[in-house]
């Protein structure tokens, strides 16, 4: 069914469990869509508006391998991958980026992504031990900034003020967004990112339709195809950069490899393609909860998965019931998908 022809459901309910009472929940409004633009399935609002914050910078990172500044200054797959992160600011992550913005000619300084500490715990401590303060290269966006300097070295523009919508780097960015998710974006529609660049809202079956074509190349030229498969390829080989350690994104594409391209934005957006399917998720929590937004991926990813193997089933029966756990360790109760309404 065409996306503008459907209409609102009840969204898919999340529930948190403590002992055997049920605690709180999430809404999540979820679109699942083929590369035409067709809708499969949905709950909740297909229509709604979402800012995909960090979801789509697999789709912003485009520029980099289309352009060709990928290949003039030899990215590996590793860094490919960390411009599609939002990483958890641990040594590997600090030093890929690093790594990038010496290749192109430019110091951390030349990042305007902003500063925050590490979020892995680990990491955070490592460096307050040390009585240092983080840095723009502990950004979880920094990948995918160093990405953008390197577009604009390569293409001979000033690099500063290239978080500006107005900047080339980003007017070619926001050109490539909007081909592949299917939607006009303008000022209108524009906000600021947290790491400063623009975002935009984007219709839920936009975003859906916009991960199919990430999977299957379908409505896309061989180049952008040829691009996202590389994107998707380096991902695959390097789980740990897309995330970290522990986290949802890495472990999923850690056991998956290229059968799930997943990346969740902040305030509880997660998107995913599956590929061999056909299709592509799009998932909004109303309450901004990221954890919630996991439970319905993994619900999902199981019951749309083709023929998964007995690892991927284990991992995603393992992350669609997570267990809620207090401050000693002990398991108190859990989180799970309680009502799935719609088709």
Not at 53 to 59: D, E, H, L, T
Not at 150 to 169: F, M, Q
Request: proline letters at 8%; aromatic letters at 4%.
């Amino acid at each position: 069914m065409p996306a503008d022809q459907s209409p609102p459901r009840p969204p898919i309910t999340v529930g948190v469990v403590r002992g055997k009472h049920a605690e709180s929940t999430h809404a999540i409004h979820a679109v699942i869509a083929r590369d035409d633009g067709s809708l499969v399935a949905w709950h909740g609002d297909p229509q709604r508006q979402t800012f995909p914050r960090s979801a789509v910078k697999s789709i912003q990172a485009l520029a980099l391998v289309e352009s060709g500044a990928a290949d003039r200054f030899g990215f590996t797959p590793t860094e490919l991958a960390l411009t599609c992160s939002s990483h958890a600011g641990t040594p590997l992550h600090e030093e890929t980026a690093r790594s990038m913005l010496a290749k192109a000619g430019l110091e951390p300084e030349a990042l305007e992504c902003g500063a925050h500490w590490p979020l892995e715990e680990a990491s955070a401590r490592a460096l307050a031990r040390l009585g240092a303060e983080p840095g723009p290269l502990h950004n979880n966006c920094s990948g995918k900034h160093a990405g953008f300097l390197a577009v604009a070295r390569h293409l001979g523009l000033d690099p500063t003020g290239y978080v500006s919508p107005d900047h080339p780097v980003q007017k070619r960015v926001t050109a490539t967004l909007a081909e592949v998710c299917g939607v006009p974006l303008s000022a209108a529609n524009r906000a600021t990112d947290g790491c400063s660049i623009p975002t935009y809202k984007i219709p839920l079956a936009s975003l859906a339709t916009g991960f199919a074509r990430i999977g299957t190349g379908g409505s896309l030229s061989a180049n952008r195809q040829a691009a996202f498969e590389r994107l998707r390829r380096a991902v695959a080989e390097n789980p740990l950069l897309i995330a970290g350690p522990g986290r949802f994104d890495s472990r999923v594409t850690a056991t998956c490899g290229t059968r799930v391209f997943l990346k969740s934005g902040a305030e509880g957006v997660l998107c995913a393609a599956i590929p061999a399917a056909g299709l592509g998720i799009a998932l909004k929590a109303e309450d901004g909860a990221l954890r919630g937004s996991e439970v319905a991926m993994a619900e999902l990813l199981l019951k749309l998965l083709p023929a998964p193997t007995p690892e991927e089933r284990a991992l995603l029966n393992e992350l669609r019931l997570p267990p809620l756990k207090n401050w000693r360790g002990t398991n108190v109760g859990h989180l799970g998908m309680t009502v799935a309404s719609g088709r």
